[in-house]
T-cell receptor, first 111, second 116 residues
Framework: GEDVEQSLFLSVREGDSSVINCTYT??????LYWYKQEPGAGLQLLTY?????DMKQDQRLTVLLNKKDKHLSLRIADTQTGDSAIYFC???????????FGKGTKLSVKP | GAGVSQTPSNKVTEKGKYVELRCDPI?????LYWYRQSLGQGPEFLIY????????DSGLPNDRFFAVRPEGSVSTLKIQRTERGDSAVYLC??????????????FGQGTRLTVV
């Protein structure tokens, strides 16, 4: 079946940039998403990118998409302690509405 | 309500029992999804409804799992003869559109099911 892979952990210092990477297998993915999950909380959509775009910027967040390599990244500028959470990459296929999630990257921000 | 509501928030049940988990989507959202998130994993797709019908139930792990959405709004996920391996957080999401749409899927807080 289709798959989404992410590294499991990332640790950065407050004020640095964080880059979380993701690869996916479904070449028909029309949209790719980044979700944030804080402890005990639900999933919050951070941003998404349409497959015909290669970059999207939204305040401190920058999403880069390399469709040829099926590689997606999320850059968080000026990372804050409040950004500590698990970040999930997800792809959405063209034929169905369901999302395929990676296992999540746990971001730890040290003061 | 303002968001997707799931009840109960926590459910502890004995192995072999039957459980029902409820999802109340955002009003007007035609698409509804159930996911299961095990510890340390990402959410895994279970079933997708468009209106009252299950458009895709390919993620249901076996025939002990069943879900309904009789009036196209509230959905119930039903698990028969629960097993310890069913322990997980069950997430529900809803969105305005379904296939081919970028509209955001709003997630509920989930129901934490523990089978003892």
């Amino acid at each position: 079946g289709e798959d989404v892979e992410q590294s499991l952990f990332l640790s950065v210092r407050e004020g640095d940039s964080s880059v979380i990477n993701c690869t996916y297998t479904d070449s028909s993915s029309t949209y790719l998403y980044w979700y944030k999950q804080e402890p005990g909380a639900g999933l919050q959509l951070l941003t998404y990118i349409f497959s015909n775009m290669d970059m999207k910027q939204d305040q401190r967040l920058t999403v880069l998409l390399n469709k040829k390599d099926k590689h997606l990244s999320l850059r968080i500028a000026d990372t804050q302690t409040g950004d500590s959470a698990i970040y999930f990459c997800a792809s959405r296929g063209g034929s169905q509405g369901n999302l395929i999630f990676g296992k999540g990257t746990k971001l730890s921000v040290k003061p | 309500g303002a968001g997707v509501s799931q009840t109960p928030s926590n459910k502890v049940t004995e192995k072999g029992k039957y459980v029902e988990l409820r999802c109340d989507p955002i009003s007007g959202h035609t698409a509804l999804y159930w996911y299961r998130q095990s510890l340390g994993q990402g959410p895994e797709f279970l079933i997708y409804f468009q209106g009252t019908g299950a458009a895709d139930d390919s993620g249901l792990p076996n025939d002990r799992f069943f879900a309904v959405r009789p009036e196209g709004s509230v959905s119930t996920l039903k698990i028969q003869r629960t097993e310890r391996g069913d322990s997980a957080v069950y997430l529900c999401a809803s969105s305005l559109g379904g296939t081919g749409s970028s509209t955001e899927a709003f997630f509920g807080q989930g129901t934490r099911l523990t089978v003892v």
